[in-house]
């Protein structure tokens, strides 16, 4: 069945850090690629999505680019802040389904 | 902003006790959804609604039961907490849009059977 595997964290950085939080999907056909964020005490918040292949899902600095060769949707950041810590999920969707990820925490430290 | 909403946040309970958990969207959305999550944070799909009398299993095997007799409303029943219940549960609800879907999150109700 379809399937979303992230990269393992805790990920720990200072702040200004350059961020890539890998992920890579199984999926039959075209699914729709997404990231959600959750806040520390908050339910998740959708962050960005790519819906084909070379899309570029952006928001709060934050990018994914839809490699459909690789079957990959890494997430990065060029300079993260403080109040980036949180957990992020990236999930794809597929038949009416949302399939996530294992989620990653990610820690910046000032 | 999303308009769904998860009561209590927080709940402390013995074991044997019948529970609810509450979750109501403002958003008219047709499709609902209840995801555990546990400590180490993977999210597990229990129950999922498409509408108004219908509801299905989800993926992971949960011993609580849900309903949906309104759209705005999809409780979470247990009827014997347990300590294995002791976990985080998220409702969610989505708007199907070209593109997939977007799910919306509450805030969560973190569950701890004592």
């Known amino acids: 069945g379809d399937s979303v595997t992230q990269m393992e964290g805790p990920v720990t950085l200072s702040e200004e850090a350059f961020l890539t939080i890998n992920c890579t999907y199984t999926a039959t056909g075209y699914p729709s690629l997404f990231w959600y964020v959750q806040y520390p005490g908050e339910g998740l918040q959708l962050l960005l999505k790519a819906t084909k292949a070379d899309d570029k899902g952006s928001n709060k600095g934050f990018e994914a680019t839809y490699r459909k060769e690789t079957t990959s949707f890494h997430l990065e950041k060029g300079s993260v802040q403080v109040s980036d810590s949180a957990v992020y999920f990236c999930a794809l969707s597929q038949a009416q389904k949302l399939v996530f990820g294992q989620g990653t925490r990610l820690t910046i430290n000032p | 902003e999303a308009d769904i909403y998860q009561t209590p946040r927080y709940l402390v309970i013995g074991t044997g006790k019948k529970i609810t958990l509450e979750c109501s969207q403002t958003m008219g959305h047709d499709k609902m959804y209840w995801y555990q999550q546990d400590p180490g944070m993977e999210l597990h799909l229990i129950h999922y609604?498409?509408?108004?009398?219908?509801?299905e299993k989800g993926d992971l095997s949960s011993e609580s039961t849900v309903s949906r007799i309104r759209t705005e409303h999809f409780p979470l029943t247990l009827e014997s907490a347990r300590p294995s219940h002791t976990s985080q549960y998220l409702c969610?609800?989505?708007?199907?849009?070209?593109?997939?879907?977007?799910?919306?999150f509450g805030s969560g109700t973190q569950l701890s059977v004592l």
């Open positions: 609604s498409y509408g108004v009398n219908s509801t």
């Open positions: 969610a609800s989505s708007e199907s849009r070209q593109g997939g879907e977007k799910l919306f």
